[in-house]
């Protein structure tokens, strides 16, 4: 089998909730920011996870993975072990599996997540769907990986945060123990937004007084996983456009962007293209990678009456160009950009534009 063991800060939930979650026991950059790029490394964006670690080098050498070559620069169906030192009481500490990825696709080098302004600006080398990933709760985080420099030579991480765990001691010991240990631990698998999360038994019942209260409280609050099976539950009892429009908001808050577009569609099939629901769409179709669709609905929108603010006009420009961009059109791209520059009397807007327009048109020449 491919396995590959990451070691990363520790964090309880790695969902870029970092006031109430602080990483801990990072490097020199995670204690000098209070901070950590794997922060979201168990986030369901979309039906996937995206995961990152510290790597010493340009490069992960996949190579090193069962049956891959050097000439590979991505590889499928690996086991991502995430690893983390475990704080404790009495001051000792240990690497312990957090979690994993299951079936995950792994990079030789790092990619970038930024699409929209909807979606997360990070670097990931791995990607795995949400329903192969599992995250240990903390009393749970018991099994202890080693450590080369005081168990020995291929029995553990070494300084790098990535193990290959390629050597004959590990491939024979310590690979089939912590393969036995996840599948004895699959129970904790992160949340997903299944079919059966949305439709409890009572999925017909109409909220009760408390029960809508309920509800508003946690959408007001951001507590969209609480408020769904309640959002559910207030849509199929009453499939009114409004609660058709919480359910959208709060999947687009949740980063489940093909289940927003699905309820903001919904939205306007009942009451036409209102500007808050379709305003919404071209970022969620880039967010889902159809560039032309945004395009369409983008295209759209410059007839509202809403897009006479010259503000909102110009970041219909920056959809369309981005959109061109991701679709390798940049002779399209570019003027968009330009329209902006001319435009706007935003300064920081004609600046963001400038850098870049400077930035496709060096892409464009090395293409």
């Not at 063991?5 to 870029?16: A, D, L, S």
């Not at 986030?43 to 891959?68: A, S």
């Not at 299944?194 to 999925?203: E, G, I, Q, R, T």
């Not at 408390?210 to 509800?215: G, I, Y």
Request: hydrophobic share 35%.
């Amino acid at each position: 089998m491919k396995i590959l063991f990451c070691n990363i800060t520790y964090m309880n939930h790695y969902v870029g909730n970092i006031e109430e979650d602080i990483p801990r026991g990072g490097g020199a950059w995670v204690k000098k920011h209070k901070d950590a790029h794997e922060k979201w490394n168990f986030l369901n964006i979309n039906g996937n996870c995206h995961g990152f670690v510290m790597n010493k080098g340009d490069q992960f050498h996949i190579e090193r993975l069962e049956g891959v070559s050097r000439q590979e620069v991505q590889t499928e169906d690996v086991t991502v072990v995430w690893c983390a030192l475990k704080p404790t009481e009495d001051g000792t500490q240990e690497t312990v599996i957090v979690g994993w990825y299951e079936h995950a696709l792994v990079y030789r080098y790092y990619q970038n997540s930024f699409k929209s302004p909807f979606g997360l600006d990070r670097d990931f080398f791995v990607t795995a769907k949400a329903e192969n990933c599992y995250l240990l709760p903390e009393d749970k985080r018991t099994y202890a990986i080693g450590r080369a420099a005081v168990d020995g030579k291929g029995k553990g991480f070494g300084q790098s945060n990535v193990w290959y765990a390629d050597s004959e001691y590990a491939r024979e010991n310590i690979i089939p123990e912590v393969t036995a240990y996840l599948e004895a631990n699959k129970t904790w698998r992160i949340n997903r937004i299944s079919a059966d999360f949305l439709a409890p038994a009572n999925v017909s019942m109409p909220l009760t007084e408390k029960e809508n209260a309920q509800a508003d409280d946690y959408f007001d609050e951001n507590e969209y996983m609480k408020f769904l099976p309640l959002g559910y539950r207030a849509y199929n009892s009453d499939p009114t456009a409004d609660n058709a429009y919480f359910m959208a908001a709060a999947m687009k808050g949740l980063h489940q962007y093909e289940k927003a577009i699905e309820w903001f569609s919904k939205v306007i099939e009942l009451e036409g293209d209102s500007w808050d629901s379709t305003s919404n769409l071209p970022y969620l179709y880039m967010e889902c990678d159809q560039y032309v669709l945004s395009m369409e609905v983008a295209t759209k929108l410059l007839d509202f009456p809403e897009a006479n603010d010259p503000v909102v006009k110009h970041e219909i420009y920056g959809i369309l160009a981005g959109n061109n961009f991701f679709l390798g059109n940049y002779e399209e791209a570019i003027p968009w950009l330009d329209k902006i520059i001319a435009e706007s009397d935003d300064p920081d807007a004609v600046e963001a534009a400038k850098l870049t327009r400077t930035e496709w048109l060096a892409i464009k020449n090395t293409n």
